[in-house]
C-alpha cells in the first residue's frame, strides 16, 4: 500500500504539462511577400480547410493533414508550409480547428485567456469531421504533421489509432510523459518529434523523458526524434531569412518528418 502511494505519488510529481507558448515567444517569420499560397480554401464536411495539391500526379489514397499552430489559416507562414508539403509530393490538407479564431501573431500575449475557448472539445469535432471526409473520399493513410498546439493533436490521432504515422515539431500542452505512455501502452503507429534546444515549454530535458518512454526500441512501431540547436519554439514553422541557422533548422526538421513520413507509409 505504501508502496503504491509512493509510486503514484512519484508519477504525479514527474509529470508535466506543457504550457502554450506566447505569441512573443514563437520564432518570427521574415517571409518574402510575394510568395502566395499556392492552395485553395474549401469546406470539407463544414470545416474551412486550405487545402495545398501537388502540381505533379500524386496518390489520391493518401494525404498530409497538417495541424498548425496557434496562429492558424490566418497565418501565410502555416499555408506556404502545406505548400512545402504539397510540392514533396502530397496532397496536403489543413483544417481550420481553431474554428475561424486563430490568435493573432503579433497580438498580445494572450494565449492562456484564448486557450479556455479551444480545449479539446472545441477543437477535436472539426478535425475529425475533416478526418472522416477525407476517408469518405478513398483517402486510406493519413500522415499527420503538427505544430506547437497541433502536436497535442497529433498525439492524440496517434493515441486513438486514428491515422498512419504521425510526426511533429515543437508540441505544446501534451502531458510528459503521461501522453507518450498512453502511445506506449494503446498505439500502433509510428511517431516522430523534432524539438528546438531553445524551446521553453517542451524543453531538451522533456525530450529526453520522452525517450525514456519510447525510445531505444521500446515502442516497436516506430519513434524518432531529432534536435535542432541553436533555435527556439515555432522553427519548424518560421524561419528568419537571414539567420542561416534558422532557415537551415526549419528546411532540416521538414525533412526529417517527410523522410519518417516516406519511410512509414505502405
Ligand atoms: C484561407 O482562409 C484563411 C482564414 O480565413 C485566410 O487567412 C487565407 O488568406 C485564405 N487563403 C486563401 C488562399 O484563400
Ligand atoms: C484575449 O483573447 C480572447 C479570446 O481570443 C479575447 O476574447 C480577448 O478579448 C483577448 N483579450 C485581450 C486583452 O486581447
Ligand atoms: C481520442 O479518443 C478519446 C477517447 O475516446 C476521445 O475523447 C478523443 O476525442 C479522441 N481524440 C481524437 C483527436 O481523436
Ligand atoms: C532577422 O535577423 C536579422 C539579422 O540577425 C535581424 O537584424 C532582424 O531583426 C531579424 N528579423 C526578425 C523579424 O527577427
Same mark, same amino acid.
Given at each position: 500500500?505504501?508502496?503504491?502511494?509512493?509510486?503514484?505519488?512519484?508519477?504525479?510529481?514527474?509529470?508535466?504539462?506543457? *504550457?502554450?507558448?506566447?505569441?512573443?515567444?514563437? %520564432?518570427?517569420?521574415?517571409?518574402?511577400?510575394?510568395?502566395?499560397?499556392?492552395?485553395?480554401?474549401?469546406?470539407?464536411?463544414?470545416? =474551412?480547410?486550405?487545402? +495545398?495539391l &501537388?502540381?505533379? /500526379?500524386?496518390?489520391?489514397? @493518401?494525404a498530409?493533414?497538417?495541424?498548425?499552430?496557434?496562429?492558424? #489559416?490566418?497565418? $501565410?507562414?502555416?499555408?506556404?508550409?502545406?505548400? !512545402?508539403?504539397?510540392?514533396?509530393?502530397?496532397a496536403?490538407?489543413? &483544417?481550420?480547428? =481553431?474554428?475561424?479564431?486563430?490568435? *493573432? +501573431?503579433?497580438?498580445?500575449?494572450?494565449?492562456?485567456e484564448?486557450?479556455?475557448?479551444?480545449?479539446?472539445?472545441?477543437? @477535436?469535432? &472539426? #478535425?475529425?469531421?475533416?478526418?472522416?471526409?477525407? /476517408?469518405?473520399?478513398?483517402?486510406?493513410?493519413?500522415?499527420?504533421?503538427?505544430?506547437?498546439f497541433?502536436?497535442?493533436?497529433? @498525439?492524440?490521432?496517434?493515441?486513438?489509432? @486514428?491515422?498512419?504515422?504521425?510526426?511533429?515539431?515543437? *508540441?505544446?500542452?501534451?502531458?510528459?510523459?503521461?501522453?507518450? !505512455?498512453?502511445v506506449?501502452?494503446? +498505439?500502433?503507429?509510428?511517431? !516522430?518529434?523534432?524539438?528546438? !534546444?531553445?524551446?521553453?515549454?517542451?524543453?531538451? +530535458?522533456?525530450?529526453?523523458?520522452?525517450?525514456?518512454?519510447?525510445?531505444?526500441?521500446?515502442?516497436?512501431?516506430?519513434?524518432?526524434?531529432?534536435?535542432?540547436?541553436?533555435?527556439?519554439?515555432?522553427?519548424?514553422?518560421?524561419?528568419?531569412?537571414?539567420? $542561416?541557422?534558422?532557415?537551415?533548422?526549419?528546411?532540416?526538421?521538414?525533412?526529417? %518528418?517527410?523522410?519518417?513520413?516516406?519511410?512509414?507509409?505502405?
Open positions: 500500500m505504501q508502496l503504491f502511494a509512493f509510486f503514484s505519488l512519484f508519477a504525479v510529481v514527474r509529470a508535466v504539462v506543457i *504550457p502554450a507558448v506566447q505569441p512573443s515567444g514563437h %520564432s518570427k517569420s521574415t517571409i518574402n511577400a510575394d510568395a502566395v499560397p499556392q492552395g485553395k480554401n474549401h469546406t470539407i464536411n463544414g470545416v =474551412l480547410t486550405y487545402v +495545398s &501537388p502540381k505533379q /500526379k500524386f496518390d489520391p489514397t @493518401t498530409v493533414l497538417l495541424l498548425t499552430d496557434v496562429f492558424g #489559416l490566418p497565418s $501565410p507562414d502555416n499555408l506556404l508550409l502545406a505548400d !512545402e508539403w504539397a510540392a514533396a509530393g502530397f496536403t490538407y489543413a &483544417p481550420d480547428y =481553431l474554428n475561424g479564431d486563430a490568435l *493573432p +501573431s503579433d497580438g498580445l500575449d494572450n494565449v492562456t484564448w486557450e479556455v475557448n479551444h480545449g479539446e472539445a472545441q477543437t @477535436t469535432p &472539426p #478535425l475529425l469531421a475533416v478526418i472522416s471526409a477525407l /476517408k469518405l473520399r478513398g483517402v486510406k493513410q493519413i500522415a499527420t504533421t503538427g505544430y506547437c497541433g502536436g497535442l493533436y497529433t @498525439t492524440r490521432l496517434v493515441q486513438n489509432n @486514428t491515422i498512419a504515422v504521425g510526426t511533429m515539431a515543437h *508540441p505544446s500542452s501534451l502531458n510528459v510523459p503521461t501522453d507518450f !505512455e498512453l506506449k501502452a494503446q +498505439s500502433h503507429v509510428p511517431i !516522430e518529434i523534432n524539438n528546438a !534546444e531553445l524551446d521553453t515549454g517542451f524543453t531538451p +530535458s522533456l525530450a529526453v523523458v520522452t525517450d525514456g518512454v519510447l525510445g531505444d526500441g521500446q515502442y516497436a512501431p516506430g519513434y524518432f526524434r531529432r534536435q535542432f540547436d541553436g533555435v527556439g519554439h515555432g522553427f519548424a514553422v518560421r524561419a528568419n531569412a537571414s539567420d $542561416p541557422v534558422q532557415v537551415a533548422a526549419k528546411q532540416g526538421a521538414f525533412d526529417t %518528418s517527410l523522410a519518417f513520413i516516406k519511410k512509414h507509409l505502405k
